[in-house]
């Protein structure tokens, strides 16, 4: 492996992120920070999904146009994303010029291999509006489970769904049954990909969660169904061929086009070739999203890529997530039963979020949030642990002997103990195993302090100088590392203490303090949060201002 690319799903441009979303896509930034300490050519993009009918009907209710609305939230997730630490080499958004060019310009190329086509049906139209209504605008009972459920996907089995297959059909907009009228649309020809996503599967399936494995297959069980690609919208981008005026692309066709967007980007940045690294047997890629986007990176994605080009590298590592409940309560907006990352942000330090959200995320089951386990963790473990084994040593050399460091003697058994982390750790970001190797992390710290308590160094500070140097400097490399390896998770606080260290390496591999640096003015890394000046109502509002 010589290069990697990352891709982070495209938050929807409607509405503020919530923890779901963080949770979701924090460990792409991880990987990213791994892989780049790893001397990988990394390439790491998203963007905002910016088109679309729900955007569209926001903008009808709120009487303003539907740009307004998708750049708003597009800027508040860029700061969001800036807030937390994440690394994007690209992050844009699907409303670029850029973007819309290489969408057409790749529509074009593959109806030209004869993978689109035109087909005349009898689509949902409402009699009141005056208009055909398209998935988000429709509402009926799905045909597996029998909830309620919108005509793109049933929120309650998360069967992906087509309005064709709701009964007792609505408009969202007026409440009126819908009719059958003729309308055409263009169409991916999905179906005929049926064989390459199955053996594609099989030979990927290892890396991925058990939930990735099951919802592709049960959509291959199902059998692949033709897309339109099309839809009767005014807002999004323009078809490439006469005669759809009236129509736009399909939005889920424009976002995972959006990989391709930003890594021909990121790749002219870089000085990379583009269409090499993305072909390149060298280059391994990972795509990091939730479980309601599975589908779209095991089935259209690869599907799209096969017929843009056979010899474009398919999604290998699918590091997908479950849900992150609230009080073990699914979130709702109906309900007021959400968190954003605005609240989030308002009220606490990005490293103890980010860690919070790999040590528990979700990448096997629901988990849940609440702000008793937060304040827990970050006390217990960033707090009590991380910043404690560095406060202990660095303010007790602050205080007894001016702030120098012991010269550089380190027992072979702790070196050894710590190449063998790294061996460990890395094994584990290689696999998409962040919450594992975020545990592992914290064994290493226990490691550390149990070293510190059981051969107490403070106690030969007056009557054995030579020993006490022997034991503080096994200490500051444990530390010097410690704040190395846990800086892809935690990266504020380990650069302050690696600076404090004068480590100025950032490779994944075993480093050392510097002998000749003096302290001065230690301080905590991190302060202990206490439950009740928590201001949940912080950043709660809707930022958008009309």
């Known amino acids: 492996m010589k290069n990697v690319f990352i891709g982070g799903a495209w938050p929807y441009a409607n509405n503020s992120m919530h923890i779901g979303h963080l949770a979701a896509l924090l460990p792409g930034d991880v990987l990213a920070r791994f892989f780049r300490m790893s001397g990988k050519n990394v390439i790491y993009v998203s963007g905002s999904d910016c088109h679309g009918t729900p955007i569209t009907q926001r903008a009808q209710t709120l009487g303003i146009s539907p740009s307004v609305i998708a750049n708003h939230y597009h800027e508040e ?102 009719i059958l009228k003729e309308d055409t649309n263009l169409y991916f020809k999905l179906s005929a990909f049926e064989d390459v996503i199955t053996k594609y599967l099989e030979t990927n399936k290892k890396a991925w969660r058990p939930t990735a494995i099951n919802e592709t297959q049960k959509y291959l069980n199902q059998g692949l169904v033709d897309r339109a690609i099309t839809r009767a919208l005014n807002w999004g981008i323009e078809l490439p061929f006469e005669g759809y005026s009236d129509k736009r692309v399909y939005v889920w066709i424009d976002a995972v086009l959006g990989y391709l967007t930003t890594c021909q980007i990121a ?124 406060n202990r040593n660095l303010a007790f050399l602050e205080k007894k002997f001016e702030g120098k460091l012991p010269k550089v003697d380190i ?46 160094p403070w106690t030969y500070a007056k009557t054995d100088l030579d020993k006490f140097n022997k034991i503080t400097s096994n200490c500051l490399y444990l530390m010097a590392n410690m704040a190395n390896l846990y800086s892809p998770i935690i990266p504020k606080g380990c650069q302050k203490l690696k600076d404090m260290l004068g480590v100025k390496s950032d490779k994944w591999q075993p480093v050392c303090y510097d002998e000749n640096i003096v302290l001065h003015d230690v301080g905590v890394l991190y302060q202990r949060l206490k439950l009740e000046d928590i201001d949940m109502t912080k950043g709660a509002t809707d930022t958008l201002k009309v």
Do not use: W
């Open 77 to 178: 997730f860029a700061k969001n994303f800036s807030d937390l630490g994440f690394t994007y080499d690209v992050y844009s958004n699907t409303m670029t010029e850029q973007h819309k060019q290489n969408v057409q310009n790749i529509l074009k190329s593959i109806n030209q291999k004869g993978y689109l086509f035109e087909k005349t049906e009898l689509n949902d139209y409402c009699p009141t509006c005056k208009k055909f209504v398209v998935d988000r605008e429709i509402k009926g009972i799905c045909p597996v489970c029998g909830s309620v459920a919108n005509g793109d996907q049933c929120d309650k089995c998360l069967t992906a769904l087509t309005p064709q297959m709701l009964k007792e059909k609505t408009c969202k907009i007026c409440g009126t049954k819908t």
């Open 267 to 390: 790749c002219k940045q870089k000085g990379l070739n583009y269409p090499d690294f993305l072909t390149s047997k060298d280059t391994v890629s990972y795509y990091v999203h939730g479980k309601d986007n599975i589908v779209f990176h095991t089935i259209i994605l690869p599907a799209l890529l096969d017929a843009i080009d056979k010899k474009l590298n398919k999604p290998q590592m699918i590091v997908s997530c479950e849900y992150v409940n609230l009080n073990n309560d699914k979130m709702s907006k109906s309900k007021g039963n959400l968190i954003t990352v605005n609240t989030l942000l308002e009220n606490f330090d990005s490293d103890s979020i980010r860690y919070f959200f790999i040590l528990n995320n979700p990448e096997r089951k629901d988990c849940s949030f609440s702000l008793e386990d937060f304040v827990l963790i970050h006390n217990k473990h960033i707090v009590g642990g991380f910043g404690n084994f560095a």
């Open 411 to 456: 027992d072979d058994e702790i070196k050894k103990y710590v190449q063998s982390t790294y061996d460990e750790i890395g094994k584990l970001y290689e696999a998409g195993e962040l919450k594992t190797a975020c545990t592992k992390l914290y064994d290493y710290i226990q490691f550390a302090n149990k070293y510190y308590d059981t051969n107490t």
